[in-house]
């Protein structure tokens, strides 16, 4: 079982950058993989950004690639989201997820295909 709670997230006006953390813990390894969803009010929990644990094989979304950046703090047990330029549309709340068993060989976009989420947190960009 793996727990995972995201922080960082908040009020920030247009243009700014904020950056979310998401704690894992319990039994992760390097074989799993990582991901940052996101949910706006009225709309489908939309995909942002993969990449495996071990490093590698990150995809992010044609709506934040090169604003947003995943990285990982292996001795923290810890996924990053660096946000960027952020926009108003970017307002949503944004969900940590993991998957079990991640090969480096495909990306994996869906929400079906995570094990494990966190609770959330909420961004808001204002114009």
């Known amino acids: 079982q793996v727990q995972l709670v995201e922080s960082g997230g908040g009020l920030v006006q247009a243009g700014g950058s904020l950056r979310l953390s998401c704690a894992a813990s319990?039994?992760?390894?390097?074989?799993?993989?990582m991901a940052w969803f996101r949910q706006a009010p009225g709309k489908e929990r939309e995909f942002v950004v993969t990449m495996r644990w071990s490093g590698g094989s990150t995809y992010y979304a044609g709506s934040v690639k090169g604003r947003f950046t995943i990285s990982r703090d292996n001795a923290k047990n810890t996924v990053y989201l660096q946000m960027d330029s952020l926009k108003p549309e970017d307002t949503a709340v944004y969900y940590c997820?993991?998957?079990?068993?991640?090969?480096?060989?495909?990306?994996?976009?869906?929400?079906?295909?995570?094990?494990?989420w966190g609770p959330g947190t909420q961004v808001t960009v204002s114009s």
């Open positions: 319990g039994r992760t390894s390097s074989d799993y993989g």
């Open positions: 997820a993991a998957r079990q068993r991640y090969s480096g060989l495909i990306y994996y976009t869906s929400e079906y295909q995570y094990d494990y």
